[in-house]
């Protein structure tokens, strides 16, 4: 019979389930205050607790430090391979290394707000080197050759210039979905990419608030990325895939 | 300041000899163009305020209108002016009703001499409630100028919410902080306009607002009243609203801006020509308001390498104090802006690191410089981080640096808890007070490794400035000199809002300033 895979936090001692925390209560630093961050830190499933350290951090708020004991802990065996995670994607750091190992060289990505849709805000925060909430655009990332082309630019254009400058994936942003204008505009892009022979050539993904991964691929392209997604989400997605087709 | 480092005094005034010349084409260019924010920004300092019901502040829908009939040339002072005395109402009656719907070109033309002497009205009690501003400053710094520690320390505060921002930031000022930036919601620097009002709601920040600061403003001046200590507020001019923000900060008694000639261009894919004429004004007004202005260096070096691409942020630096200068600003104004952000992995990499902080200090003896925490190499391991905090803490104050940026524990995972405020705070006032002493003991090591340090980045400097120079600004950028990047001139973001300036432009803020400038 296999040895049990029952895990408890280590501090010095095989199932000792010893467990450092910090946190702050909104409260003044006293006798009072200390008692109930012990009681809180018992109440979270810890079945002793010392609160080591207790700092006025300002009037009404302090800060605990606290070493306490559980006894809980987690069945390792009842944990499923998890293929989710497989799939998630790559820090900054990561997918460069990544396309410096695996591609050996930068990969070129073309992004617009194609037809009559003026709003880049989505597109700029996937390809500027700001990027959006400290996560930066593929300008940033040093294997990848970012071309952003802006608003209102026309499927026929941004063909072409993907076409010139080489591109290895083509984003396409959407952001107005009235009388579904983005859906039209998007199927006329695969329709030229197809009429021109040209589908297979690029890795091509849609993006924008109303965009899902389903109706992007409904729509004959390889991706979708709508709200939440950052540059490291779609540069994951272009990286692996060029290795998969690679090796098809 | 006696050199620790010893650079040649002819390469310094060599590289400023530089700046000047990149800076020059650009200065020609940006005195024959405005910008709509350049107006609306007149427009604000001349009174205009309030929004429409859909949120339009009052100043765009008159500078749309100016620019929509090709008017706005001439600059939109006088059609503001004009219409405040055609139709004899309050300003504030005005600007109602351009919120209602009011063109002010409707306003047919009025005697030039009583526009002028109505605008000198207006004009002058901005600079009245500006010099107000400044005196109050300056009382209050001498009032509290003995516990004032150097350098300041500077931390951020970003909920998204700015009565909760307040919170955090009367508790930093508690704890020490000398000086309070609200980080502002993401993508602010892309609004064509300015969000007005108090804000409850942000993401990774709260909105600059008028409102806003002036609510911040009030809370800090009570903290540092508690604390005995003037606490400096600081926000973000960066973006397409570069004029405004200045004009903003300037009647809410800002302390410190974020301006940098740049960092527009490169970090946020705003059109060149756009940026360099807003920097200018906004500059101008930043000067008006005796605000420190601090610079982004830190951006170049969050992706090229801090060893590689050191010489960057010098150059940038460089470039920086001359658009300074030329828009009035005083080297005590100009806050340039470095980082400690080397490879934590590289052995012997503190040397070089302090090396560089000194060459800052020795090269821009004058000015309040703002050294950055790492950000780079930091992770989700807090304890790592803050170990580097530490090493930062350490090279700031032996270095004498002005500004210091504390670096938070937590930099790789979230915005600050209030904890990880105090805990960077507390390592910032124990390592800078227990090497207390130290900037004024050491002397380094002739011909060392810290001084060959400096001397490279110093050549390599002005080797990329000659560069520079020789191609001119606009092209270099196009070029991709900088930051990696290459923007192309009539790309990106707010080209359409810049227009040449008619022969007959008249700016009374303008006029106001440079008048005061001696100019």
């Known amino acids: 019979m296999e040895a049990s895979m029952f895990v408890r936090p280590y501090g010095d001692t095989q199932d000792d389930g010893a467990v450092q925390l910090s946190f702050t209560l909104p409260v003044d630093d006293d006798a009072r205050s200390r008692e109930a961050a012990r009681r809180l830190v018992l109440g979270l499933g810890f079945e002793t607790c010392e609160i080591a350290h207790a700092e006025k951090l300002a009037a009404g708020f302090t800060m605990f430090i606290a070493y306490a004991r559980t006894r809980h802990g987690v069945e390792l065996d009842e944990i499923p391979v998890d293929e989710g995670a497989a799939e998630k994607a790559m820090g900054y750091h990561e997918v460069n290394e990544f396309v410096g190992r695996e591609i050996g060289r930068p990969v070129v990505v073309v992004g617009a707000c194609t037809g009559f849709d003026a709003h880049t805000v989505g597109i700029d925060a996937i390809m500027t080197m700001k990027g959006y909430n400290h996560h930066f655009g593929l300008e940033r990332y040093p294997m990848f050759e970012a071309h952003n082309l802006g608003a209102q630019v026309p499927n026929e254009r941004l063909l072409e210039y993907a076409v010139r400058v080489e591109a290895d994936a083509i984003l396409a942003s959407q952001v107005v979905t009235q009388k579904s204008s983005h859906v039209k505009t998007l199927t006329e892009l695969v329709e030229l990419l197809e009429a021109e022979g040209l589908r297979e050539r690029f890795i091509l993904i849609a993006g924008g608030p109303r965009i899902g991964h389903k109706l992007a691929l409904e729509l004959g392209y390889d991706a979708g990325f709508g709200k939440g997604t950052y540059a490291e989400d779609v540069a994951t997605f272009i990286a692996r895939r060029m290795v998969e087709r690679r090796s098809a | ?519």
């Open chain 2, 1 to 519: 300041m006696r050199s620790k480092l010893r650079l040649p005094a002819g390469k310094i005034a060599e590289a400023r000899e530089l700046a000047g010349a990149i800076a020059s084409p650009v200065h020609s260019y940006i005195e024959a163009h405005t910008t709509v924010t350049v107006e609306r920004a007149t427009l604000r300092a001349l009174g205009a305020d309030g929004v429409d019901s859909l949120g339009v502040p009052v100043p765009n829908l008159a500078v749309a209108s100016l620019a929509a009939s090709g008017e706005l040339g001439g600059g939109a002072a006088g059609r503001y002016v004009s219409a405040l005395l055609t139709r004899d109402l309050a300003q504030d009656e005005l600007d109602q009703a351009i919120a209602g719907g009011l063109d002010i070109l409707d306003a047919p033309e009025v005697d030039p001499a009583a526009v002028e002497a109505k605008a000198r009205e207006l004009v002058e009690e901005f600079g009245r409630r500006v010099a107000g501003n400044v005196a109050q400053r300056n009382a209050r710094l001498a009032e509290f100028g003995e516990s004032e520690r150097s350098p300041i320390l500077y931390v951020i505060v970003a909920t998204g919410n700015i009565y909760e921002d307040v919170k955090q930031a009367v508790a930093a000022a508690e704890q020490g902080a000398g000086a309070v930036a609200v980080i502002r919601s993401t993508a602010q620097s892309l609004l064509d306009y300015v969000p007005h009002g108090a804000t409850t709601e942000g993401f990774g920040g709260t909105y600059a607002t008028q409102e806003n600061f002036r609510i911040m403003r009030e809370a800090l001046d009570a903290a540092g009243e508690n604390a005995g200590r003037y606490v400096r507020l600081v926000n973000y001019c960066s973006g397409l609203c570069m004029p405004e923000i200045a004009v903003m900060g300037a009647l809410e008694r800002l302390d410190m801006m974020l301006n940098d000639s740049m960092y527009g261009v490169l970090f946020r894919d705003i059109n060149m020509y756009r940026t360099f004429v807003d920097q200018h004004f906004s500059r101008m007004i930043n000067a008006l308001g005796d605000i420190v202005i601090n610079t982004g260096e830190d951006n170049y070096l969050t992706t090229s390498d801090a060893y590689e691409k050191a010489y960057t942020v010098l150059a940038s630096q460089f470039i920086n104090e001359r658009f300074a200068m030329d828009a009035g600003l005083a080297p005590r104004l100009i806050g340039l802006g470095h980082a400690f952000e080397m490879d934590p992995e590289m052995k012997g990499g503190f040397l070089l690191e302090l090396a560089q902080a000194q060459m800052a200090r020795e090269i821009f003896p004058d000015c309040p410089l703002k050294y950055m925490p790492p950000t780079r190499f930091v992770t989700g391991d807090i304890f790592k981080a803050y170990t580097m905090n530490a090493m930062f803490n350490f090279a700031s104050m032996a270095t004498g640096q002005s500004i210091h940026l504390l670096g938070m524990l937590t930099e790789g995972i979230h915005t600050p808890f209030m904890q990880d405020r105090y805990l960077a705070l507390e390592s910032a006032r124990y390592v800078m007070d227990n090497i207390e002493g130290f900037y004024e003991e050491i002397e380094f090591r002739e011909d060392g490794v810290m001084a060959r340090r400096a001397a490279q980045v110093l050549d390599q400097a002005i080797d990329f400035m000659r560069t520079v120079a020789a191609e001119g600004l606009f092209d270099a950028i196009e070029n991709g000199r900088f930051a990696e990047v290459s923007r192309s001139k009539e790309g990106g973001k707010g080209y359409e809002g810049v227009v040449e300036k008619a022969p007959d432009y008249w700016n009374p803020v303008q006029d106001l300033i440079e008048r005061g400038l001696g100019r």
